[in-house]
């Protein structure tokens, strides 16, 4: 006689404990709210007619999770991921798959992407060059070594130069003399070992569209910097070099031994400039005076080796050699055929071993393939459109973060960027059929089907949202006219019970 009114009862008191639940849960990162289902209940008819039965109660259906999106909210933690569709996380807990939208990550001591629970997030990971290597999900670790070195390879200069310009009003051409060149421009290349150079570029016009072009590493012109750099390549100055390094690392030190050392390093460096310079028909003086007994460069306690070569390079004086020659056609643009029919021939991109010195142990000389893709003579002032090259410096890992496709990409001190790793996104056939398992997590059952691993943005997953979370999808307000409607309801039941109560005792005082 009861049995209606206490199913009644129970039935609603479900229904306010999932409400309070979601009203619990209303600021859970992720969190997807729930609504009670019921359904009707009747008593077996023996002859199969239950027409006239009024019902034995309600049940409890399920509880029904309700996976619409979620508000999203902006935070300051490049690691707050949120997804803006459909899918979910993976996540890995002692070896136990589990699936979450809670996008709340950090890094843990190892360097593995976690969430509040530490349960370690999997995606993909990136190898050396920055390729996403896609296979089975493992946890993503976030790679913080240094980003090595590139030495440049490849450089184009793109530029205009005024037709209207006159041949320089004096020759030969010198790097340290204005009034010899037209136009100079400059780039910053990179040796195998990361160490910045600045390649100069000189434009000497020869003729009408003709322009010859000289160049200079770290402001030193070519031929004189190549002369140096020979000289610094004899053994005699290669083991004098070795002498002086193994005096200054000598323990105990030996008294005036560095200085000898120092002093013989300079002398060989310069006894071997000189005849070159002269050979070379340049102005040898300035070596000269450097290795000059009276003022010798190897006596000066403050200089050593690379110094003593940077102050020699500096000195050299000799006639420069023009490295390529540019021809223009009569509309401005570059013409190739022209080029080809010099003596030598002039060809795109032009190979250019640009010499290094001092020597800082990287390889030598940087050999740079250099193009003028763009350049053009046009009657207008002369002008920079653009330098680039393909080098870079080491540099450390400072930030990182995820693009809409889930793309972890590093930035890092020298101004560069990479992939690091990559997020997966897992969606199921029926996501309704999730098993939820409490802090923000779901595993799969044989009702949800098989998960369905793939990158955000593919299909119907969703994309990925750096520096955001997304939010309860609780609709607070509703919730709480659901409570007012479920107490009714409770209310109502009891109700039900009082009144059949109260018929029971008529019936038992009828005596």
């Known amino acids: ?5 206490l199913s009644g009862l129970n039935a609603a008191d479900t229904s306010l404990k999932t409400i ?39 049940s409890v259906s399920r509880l029904a999770q309700q996976f619409t999106q979620g508000g999203i909210e902006t935070t300051n933690n490049p690691l707050d991921i949120s997804i803006n569709g459909g899918g979910f996380f993976r996540t890995e807990v002692n070896g136990a798959t589990q699936y979450s939208r809670n996008g709340q990550f950090l890094l843990n001591k190892d360097g593995v992407i976690t969430n509040a629970q530490g349960a370690l997030v999997t995606g993909y990971v990136a190898n050396k060059d920055g390729v996403i290597l896609a296979g089975a999900p493992v946890p993503i670790k976030i790679d913080n070594s240094d980003l090595k070195p590139v030495a440049t390879t ?76 020979t000289a610094a390549s004899d053994q005699s100055v290669v083991d004098a070099r070795a002498a002086y390094y193994a005096a200054a690392s000598a323990v105990p030190p030996v008294p005036g031994a560095v200085d000898a050392a120092r002093l013989d390093y ?4 310069g006894d071997l ?54 021809v223009f056609d009569r509309s401005g643009n570059m013409d190739t055929t022209a080029m080809g029919a010099l003596v030598p021939p002039q060809t795109l991109p032009f190979n250019i071993n640009l010499p290094i010195f001092p020597d800082l142990g990287s390889l030598q000389p940087l050999n740079i393939k250099t193009n003028f893709l763009g350049t053009t003579q046009y009657g207008s002032i002369t002008s920079e459109k653009s330098n680039t090259q393909d080098g870079y410096s080491s540099g450390s890992l400072e930030r990182f973060a995820a693009d809409e496709k889930g793309v972890i990409i590093g930035q890092y001190s020298n101004g560069k960027s990479r992939p690091l790793a990559q997020f997966v996104l897992v969606d199921f056939p029926s996501v309704d059929g999730l098993i939820p398992l409490g802090n923000n997590a779901w595993a799969e059952s044989s009702a949800s089907g098989a998960p369905q691993v793939g990158v955000p943005g593919d299909g119907k997953l969703g994309k990925l949202r750096s520096s955001s979370v997304e939010v309860s999808n609780v609709d607070l307000t509703k919730e709480l006219v659901n409570m007012i409607t479920a107490q009714r309801v409770y209310q109502a039941n009891a109700q039900t019970i009082k009144t059949q109560d109260s018929i029971m005792q008529t019936l038992v005082n009828l005596r």
């Open 266 to 269: 300079a002398q060989k460096l």
């Open 273 to 326: 400039l000189v005849p070159a310079i002269d050979g070379a028909l340049g102005n040898s003086q300035p070596i000269k005076d450097l290795i000059n007994p009276t003022n010798h460069i190897g006596n000066r306690p403050d200089m050593n080796p690379q110094t003593i070569d940077a102050a020699f390079a500096a000195a050299v004086s000799v006639p420069a050699a023009k490295q390529a020659t540019v």
């Open 20 to 58: 309070g639940n979601n009203i619990a849960n209303a600021s859970t990162v992720g969190f997807k709210g729930s609504v009670a289902q019921f359904a009707d209940l009747y008593a077996n008819s023996l002859n199969g007619v239950s027409g006239n039965n009024p019902g034995i109660g309600v």
């Open 154 to 229: 490849n450089a184009n200069f793109a530029l205009n130069l005024d037709s209207r310009s006159d041949p320089p009003v004096k020759v030969p051409f010198s790097a340290t003399d204005g009034t010899t060149f037209n136009k100079q421009t400059v780039l910053d290349v990179y040796d195998s070992l990361g160490n910045k150079h600045i390649m100069g570029v000189y434009y000497v016009k020869t003729a009408p569209n003709t322009w010859d072009v000289y160049m200079a590493s770290d402001g030193i012109e070519m031929t004189a910097k190549q002369l140096a750099v």
């Open 1 to 5: 006689m009861f049995q209606q009114g």
